[in-house]
């Protein structure tokens, strides 16, 4: 199972940026599938973003509506890092976000997909 700790998390204002890190374990971390999934107050927990390799260092993202034009996600293989850029955020983007990876390189945003989960990070957005 791989390990991941989030970090970057915190309070901020609406219209404001905040990026969110991840460190895996694991010496195949170019290949897994990682994701971002994130759970608001009363809400089931929710798809946010992927990014997996179809080989030679391509990497596809996906992304929930949500999520399109203001998120960003990447990695930094030589660092075992997920990132997710969060920009022009706003108070319904309040959760608690998760980090999240697949040991299987495959193209998804099922949670049951995701063997290996970190702990959680929580991101207040305020008006």
């Known amino acids: 199972q791989v390990q991941l700790v989030e970090s970057g998390g915190g309070l901020v204002q609406a219209g404001g ?34 990014h997996w390799s179809i ?6 993202a996906e992304y929930a509506d949500s999520a399109k034009g203001r998120f960003a996600i990447s990695r930094d293989n030589a660092k075992n890092t997920l990132y997710l850029e969060m920009n022009s955020l706003k108070p319904e983007d309040t959760a608690v976000y998760y980090c999240a990876a697949s040991e299987s390189p495959i193209a998804t945003r099922k949670e049951a997909d995701f063997g290996s989960w970190g702990q959680g990070i929580q991101v207040t957005v305020f008006s």
């Open 55 to 60: 080989g030679r260092s391509v990497y596809y």
């Open 17 to 50: 940026s905040l990026r969110l890190s991840c460190a895996a374990s694991g010496r195949t971390f170019s290949t897994y599938t990682m994701g971002w999934f994130r759970q608001a107050p009363g809400k089931e927990r929710e798809f946010v973003a992927s």
